[in-house]
């Protein structure tokens, strides 16, 4: 079967760096996207990673290591407004997404 | 601008009765998704559509039917036999040409609140 691990729930404080770990074991891997979600919105996109490495994107980064099947999705200087759930998502051999649970980010002041 | 509309954002409906949520998109994306999101849980897709006139079944197909008359458009009906209606129900569409890598970037819409009373 196809799986996609990530931790329900994290808490950090404003300003500071926070890393989200999400595992997979899919059939097939064609890409990891990682998207943001607001409460009672739709997820927006952050980031892809096809390729094994680190891409930054401002505060955010996403690292993947396909031999592992580890992706993580880091964010730094912390806001308020990252308070939301993050959700990543493997493209399988066919082309489909297969979706996390999606892990909830409490930021505290 | 290009985007996707849901509508309406709030719907609720007795027992027993079909629903029908909307979806347009004016992306001139092929491929069109649904997904249902339960409290605290991840997307589960309903139905998916590559092109117009066909569609397949997700996951969780049953209780729920939908048509793709027209590239822009994906209804999607909640059906009585849906035993647990009640969810937040997201539509997503998608280039969905395999052959541009594999960047198969979903975009959403806003979402549409489903409430059985």
């Known amino acids: 079967g196809q799986n996609i691990d990530q931790p329900t729930e994290m808490t950090a404080t404003e300003g500071a760096i926070v890393q989200i770990n999400c595992t997979y074991q899919?059939?097939?891997?064609?890409?990891l996207f990682w998207y943001q979600q607001h409460a009672g919105e739709a997820p927006t996109f952050l980031s892809y990673n096809v390729l094994d490495g680190l891409e930054e994107k401002g505060r955010f980064s996403s690292f993947l290591s396909r031999s592992k099947g580890y992706s993580y999705l880091l964010l730094k200087e912390l806001q308020m407004k990252d308070s939301a759930s993050y959700l990543c998502a493997v493209v399988d051999s066919n082309y489909q997404l297969i979706w996390g649970a999606g892990t909830k980010l409490i930021i505290k002041p | 601008d290009g985007g996707i509309t849901q509508s309406p954002k709030y719907l609720f409906r007795k027992e027993g009765q079909n629903v029908t949520l909307s979806c347009e998109q004016n992306?001139?994306?092929?491929?069109m998704y649904w997904y249902r999101q339960d409290p605290g849980q991840g997307l589960r897709l309903i139905y998916y559509?590559?092109?117009?006139?066909?569609?397949q079944k997700g996951d969780i197909a049953e209780g729920y039917s939908v048509s793709r008359e027209k590239k822009e458009s994906f209804p999607l009906t909640v059906t009585s036999a849906q035993k647990n209606p009640t969810a937040f129900y997201l539509c997503a569409s998608s280039t969905g040409l395999a052959e541009e890598v594999s960047y198969n970037e979903q975009f959403f819409g806003p979402g549409t609140r489903l409430t059985v009373l």
């Open positions: 992306l001139n994306h092929d491929a």
């Open positions: 899919t059939s097939g891997f064609n890409g």
């Open positions: 559509s590559q092109i117009v006139n066909d569609f």
